[in-house]
């Protein structure tokens, strides 16, 4: 069992910068593949990013590629999000999530066992 807790979201400006956090609890932290998903009012939670268990890998949706970068400490049991140039319509609530599966289909929410509560994130034009 893994519990995840996110923070670090808020009411920013378009074109700020903010670093989303995910704190893991247990020891099997870097046996996850852990993801980061977004869900807008009224619309589908959708894939953000992903990273492999050690950091080797990672995936992004072409809607963030080149202004948002995922990473992990495992050390930390910690996985981040650091979100810049960000636009009103990264508004969302984000959430982070682990995979315990080695399928690779980073991109489907289904393949996820664990999910945060998720972390309010608002963009302003």
């Known amino acids: 069992q893994v519990q995840l807790v996110e923070s670090g979201g808020g009411l920013v400006q378009a074109g700020a910068s903010l670093r989303l956090s995910c704190a893991a609890s247990?020891?099997?932290?870097?046996?996850?593949?852990m993801g980061w998903f977004r869900q807008a009012p009224g619309k589908e939670r959708d894939f953000v990013a992903a990273?492999?268990?050690?950091?080797?890998?990672?995936d992004y949706a072409d809607s963030v590629k080149g202004r948002f970068t995922i990473s992990r400490d495992n050390a930390k049991n910690t996985v981040y999000l650091q979100m810049n140039s960000l636009k009103p319509e990264d508004t969302a609530v984000y959430y982070c999530?682990?995979?315990?599966?080695?399928?690779?289909?980073?991109?489907?929410?289904?393949?996820?066992?664990?999910w945060g509560q998720g972390t309010q994130v608002t963009v302003s034009s």
């Open positions: 999530a682990a995979d315990r599966s080695l399928s690779g289909s980073f991109r489907s929410l289904y393949e996820y066992d664990y």
């Open positions: 247990g020891r099997a932290f870097s046996t996850y593949t």
């Open positions: 990273i492999t268990r050690r950091g080797y890998t990672t």
